[in-house]
């Protein structure tokens, strides 16, 4: 009985600030249908949606709620957004995007280290700015945060960072592509692998022709993919440090061994499980397309929740550092791509 009031209580506290985010996520889903054009994802505008409530009132009555959407429901949303991820989609693009994907991701997690380094980021922030950078924008950034559990400022800043590159990469790519005399493969393979967000790719690819648009974002969707193996990576480099930052605080006061498996985070299983079981054709094609929508509404929300938990005075006390990051990151990530593909003779 006590269990049962216990899970009653939290409930209790929790569905309130849930609520909220939810209705975030619908206003910003419908912001984002009534665009014109694609400028801009729901994600990026339930993040600002929730920082300017914030700016005006504080949320704290509802703080356990939001606490639980931002981890808890952003967790979910990753084990969903597998079941729609396949390894066919890359045999279907090809060896090309993989090669120009390649060196981008190397630009983006190793230039980006010493960068950040250099601009005396935390190591948190700068990874999810370079991974917003180099994978797909917002849903890398919510894969990776909760792996290494990045603050919401964090995820904050690195979201504005890439969006802010992506409305300018927006205008700039169609200029940019006719310039250099592009064709819509090439260009459709720059974009698909330079620009951030999805609704950016896609903003930018079908400005320039239909064609150029379908091939990037084919090339996005591969592009997409390679959030599995860094979700990865960033889990066992997270385990790795805290493992060890356990021990040591710990060998002060008793020796104790410190148990991997209390440390992983075991959502990614359920993330790989089912990006595996739908690559083999086990996930009927409506199953992954319902959880599909369902992970990017709920990411929606977590952002929103994420966005009421953030205030404008926390991101300025950052300075320009962290944008600026994302600047020099995005601009490599466009010089490399394109260099790249005149160097395998795509143009």
């Known amino acids: 009985m006590r269990v049962a009031n216990n899970l009653l209580h939290k409930i209790f506290f929790i569905i309130p600030g849930f609520m909220v985010a939810i209705l975030i996520a619908i206003l910003a889903t419908a912001v984002e249908g009534i665009l014109p054009i694609p400028l801009i994802g729901a994600s990026v505008i339930a993040l600002f949606i929730g920082m300017a409530i914030n700016h005006f009132?504080?949320?704290?009555?509802?703080?356990?709620?939001?606490?639980?959407?931002?981890k808890k429901v952003l967790k979910f949303a990753i084990i969903l957004l597998g079941a729609s991820l396949s390894i066919d989609t890359v045999l279907s693009v090809g060896r090309l995007s993989l090669m120009v994907m390649v060196f981008t991701l190397l630009t983006c997690f190793g230039v980006g280290y010493f960068v950040g380094k250099a601009l005396k980021l935390n190591w948190k922030m700068s990874n999810l700015i370079s991974a917003g950078t180099g994978i797909c924008g917002g849903s890398a950034i919510a894969a990776i945060a909760p792996v290494i559990d990045a603050s919401d400022n964090d995820i904050a800043y690195a979201m504005s960072a890439t969006f802010l590159f992506d409305m300018i990469m927006i205008v700039l790519f169609p200029i940019l592509g006719r310039l250099l005399g592009l064709s819509d493969m090439a260009y459709g393979l720059w974009a698909g692998t330079a620009v951030n967000d999805t609704s950016s790719v896609v903003a930018a690819g079908f400005a320039y022709s239909e064609a150029a648009g379908d091939f990037a974002t084919m090339v996005k969707l591969t592009r997409t993919l390679s959030i599995i193996p860094v979700v990865i990576i960033f889990s066992?480099?997270?385990?790795?440090?805290?493992?060890?930052?356990?021990?040591?605080?710990?060998?002060?006061?008793?020796?104790?061994?410190?148990?991997?498996?209390?440390l992983f985070p075991w959502f990614i299983l359920g993330f790989v499980g089912l990006t595996v079981l739908n690559s083999v054709g086990l996930i009927p094609?409506?199953?992954?397309?319902?959880?599909?929508?369902?992970?990017?509404?709920?990411?929606?929300?977590?952002?929103?929740?994420?966005?009421?938990?953030?205030?404008?005075?926390?991101?300025?006390?950052?300075?320009?550092?962290?944008?600026?990051?994302?600047?020099?990151i995005s601009a490599l990530v466009v010089i490399v791509a394109i260099f790249v593909e005149y160097c395998m003779g795509i143009v």
Request: charged fraction near 20%.
């Open 57 to 70: 009132w504080k949320p704290t009555k509802i703080a356990p709620g939001l606490t639980f959407t931002s």
């Open 285 to 328: 094609a409506s199953v992954s397309m319902a959880a599909k929508e369902s992970s990017k509404f709920l990411m929606v929300a977590a952002l929103g929740a994420i966005g009421l938990n953030t205030s404008f005075r926390q991101m300025r006390k950052s300075g320009a550092a962290p944008m600026l990051h994302g600047f020099i």
């Open 236 to 262: 066992l480099i997270h385990l790795y440090l805290k493992k060890k930052e356990r021990s040591t605080s710990e060998a002060h006061v008793e020796h104790r061994k410190v148990s991997i498996l209390s």
